[in-house]
């Protein structure tokens, strides 16, 4: 199915924390997203372990990051980053069964569920343009999964990382997530992906996602990204905490410098370099914020 109407698109959050970064995030998608569900543990980390209760759900509950009342909000308690984001989803979309009900007064509003979610973490920002044109693309042939790319920041925003990143972002509301914000398939399907000269349309269904290309647009990504403790506190809670090399932080992180090479936590070669950018050649979204101190050099 092919359709060039405007896509009804609503954003999920599974948080911990970050609220410098959320509300950055949430700023460059706020104008373009039909509604917001944010999903959080709170005082709980991924391991299910007591952390110190965030000021994030404090934040979301004052509406000075909501004007038009578009974000809801969930507490719960989850240890499974996938599944988090599937109950989100399901809250936002919930089965036909649960909305058929009887008219209660004259104040009841319709719920008509979104087109498409956009998976999104609190560290991730839209430039609003790309975010147009992405949601365009998305809108033309409406498959269940599309990956998009993000440019990567390392220390501080003034730290381009080399090369791009791919992650799933638009997931079609019939559709959820096996594994954080993947849709695994099969060892056979992906293999007979790769065989070269099969058209685009073929490798996608077997891969299972489409890949936007990258002039159309892609995301920032800050997720190493400010105060030493805002990252000493990521890599003991997220979901990928299995899979940090031992002392990353004291024996990479800490003596990092523009000149390093390789320094990924878990996977070194996925940060080969860095290259400075002065604020000004930042997207208004990022260079006009006014950020806590360690976000800029």
Same mark, same amino acid.
């Given at each position: ?10 954003a999920?959050?599974a ?37 110190d ?13 909501d ?21 989100a ?9 649960s ?5 209660q007064?004259? +104040? ?7 087109d498409?979610?956009?998976i999104?973490d609190?560290?991730?920002?839209y ?12 809108a ?38 096996? +594994? ?9 399907r992906?293999?007979a992906?790769?065989? @070269? ?5 073929v ?9 936007i ?6 995301? +920032? +990504? ?5 105060p030493?403790?805002?990252i ?13 090399? @031992? ?11 523009p ?8 996977? @070194? ?14 997207p208004?979204e ?12």
């Amino acid at each position: 199915m092919r359709s060039d109407r405007a896509l009804k698109v609503h954003a999920i959050y599974a948080v911990l924390d970050d609220v410098p970064l959320f509300a950055a995030s949430v700023a460059s998608i706020y104008p373009y997203v039909s509604g917001i569900t944010v999903i959080t543990s709170h005082d709980r980390d991924w391991m299910g372990r007591d952390r110190d209760p965030s000021p994030l759900v404090g934040t979301i509950l004052s509406r000075e990051l909501d004007p038009d009342r578009k974000i809801e909000l969930i507490v719960a308690n989850e240890t499974n980053e996938a599944r988090t984001r599937n109950r989100a989803m399901d809250f936002a979309a919930p089965r036909p069964a649960s909305i058929r009900v009887r008219r209660q007064s004259d +104040h009841d509003r319709d719920l008509v569920p979104p087109d498409y979610f956009l998976i999104i973490d609190a560290d991730e920002i839209y430039e609003g343009a790309a975010f147009e044109r992405l949601m365009a693309y998305v809108a033309r042939s409406r498959r269940p999964l599309y990956r998009v790319a993000c440019v990567r920041y390392f220390k501080r925003w003034n730290y381009r990382i080399d090369g791009l990143e791919w992650t799933i972002a638009f997931v079609r509301a019939d559709q959820r997530l096996r +594994h954080l914000r993947l849709r695994r398939r099969s060892l056979p399907r992906r293999a007979a992906a790769r065989v @070269p000269g099969l058209p685009a349309s073929v490798t996608s269904r077997l891969r299972g996602f489409v890949d936007i290309p990258p002039d159309v647009g892609v995301f +920032h +990504h800050g997720s190493y990204v400010g105060p030493r403790a805002r990252i000493e506190d990521k890599l003991r809670s997220f979901g990928h905490h299995d899979q940090i090399a @031992p002392r990353w932080l004291s024996d990479v992180y800490d003596p990092w410098t523009p000149e390093s090479s390789d320094f990924n936590p878990m996977r @070194p070669e996925l940060f080969p370099r860095a290259e400075y950018v002065d604020v000004s050649a930042l997207p208004p979204e990022i260079g006009q914020r006014d950020w806590p101190v360690d976000y800029f050099d």
